[in-house]
């Protein structure tokens, strides 16, 4: 893979044909993911593979959730337009912080926050470039925070739910979205 030319060639992609993706394939995928890097070494990531049943009962779930925000007026950004791609993904793949930062410190504990999220984050994108190299496509969902609750149950899962990945044979090709430029966002200091 040329990592340039994937980085920037991946897309956000939100429409997804029913062809399966094979469990060696979504095997191989995790272990290029915990290759990436983490504060002190932790590796704080932690994941739950969802596929067939399991992932309609996940959409069922935040489904419910949904119409319940919707029902008292709440705000829920895009999560109906996110729930539509997991619906079409053959595959979801929760993704929590195992960590807790509760065991640490104040002011400790949030810097663990922010430390941890970081690494996560690294890793979700490294999931994103190795699944586009195998020509699979993806996407990166924070709108389940909106029922953290209702997933972590639905995981059985006490840890810190922080998003979800879409994973599946796109079937869209989406065009390349406006980014800022990076000289409008750098200081340079010599």
């Not at 897309?11 to 399966?20: L, M």
């Not at 504060?39 to 994941?47: E, G, I, L």
């Given at each position: 893979?040329?990592?340039?030319?994937?980085?920037?060639?991946?897309?956000?992609?939100?429409?997804?044909?029913?062809?399966?993706?094979?469990?060696?394939?979504?095997?191989?995928?995790?272990?290029?993911?915990?290759?990436?890097?983490?504060?002190?070494?932790?590796?704080?990531?932690?994941?739950?593979?969802?596929?067939?049943?399991?992932?309609?009962?996940?959409?069922?779930?935040?489904?419910?959730?949904?119409?319940?925000?919707?029902?008292?007026?709440?705000?829920?950004?895009?999560?109906?337009?996110?729930?539509?791609?997991?619906?079409?993904?053959?595959?979801?793949?929760?993704?929590f912080n195992r960590i807790r930062r509760d065991d640490f410190p104040e002011p400790y504990n949030y810097a663990?926050?922010?430390?941890?999220?970081?690494?996560?984050?690294?890793?979700?994108?490294?999931?994103?470039?190795?699944?586009?190299?195998?020509?699979?496509?993806?996407?990166?969902?924070?709108?389940?925070?909106?029922?953290?609750?209702?997933?972590?149950?639905?995981?059985?899962?006490?840890?810190?739910?922080?998003?979800?990945?879409?994973?599946?044979?796109?079937?869209?090709?989406?065009?390349?979205?406006?980014?800022?430029?990076?000289?409008?966002?750098?200081?340079?200091?010599?």
């Open positions: 893979m040329d990592t340039a030319q994937a980085i920037a060639d991946r897309r956000s992609i939100r429409r997804f044909k029913n062809d399966p993706v094979k469990r060696d394939v979504i095997e191989q995928l995790l272990e290029l993911t915990i290759q990436a890097p983490s504060a002190k070494n932790d590796q704080p990531w932690k994941f739950v593979v969802t596929t067939h049943e399991a992932k309609t009962r996940l959409v069922k779930t935040l489904q419910a959730a949904l119409e319940e925000a919707d029902a008292q007026g709440q705000s829920t950004g895009s999560l109906r337009s996110s729930i539509r791609a997991m619906d079409e993904a053959p595959v979801i793949i929760l993704v663990k926050l922010l430390v941890d999220t970081q690494s996560i984050g690294a890793a979700i994108q490294t999931f994103l470039l190795a699944a586009h190299d195998m020509g699979l496509g993806t996407l990166w969902i924070c709108d389940v925070l909106y029922a953290t609750d209702r997933i972590q149950e639905f995981a059985s899962c006490s840890d810190e739910l922080v998003a979800a990945i879409a994973l599946g044979v796109p079937a869209e090709s989406p065009q390349k979205r406006p980014r800022q430029e990076w000289q409008s966002l750098t200081t340079w200091m010599d």
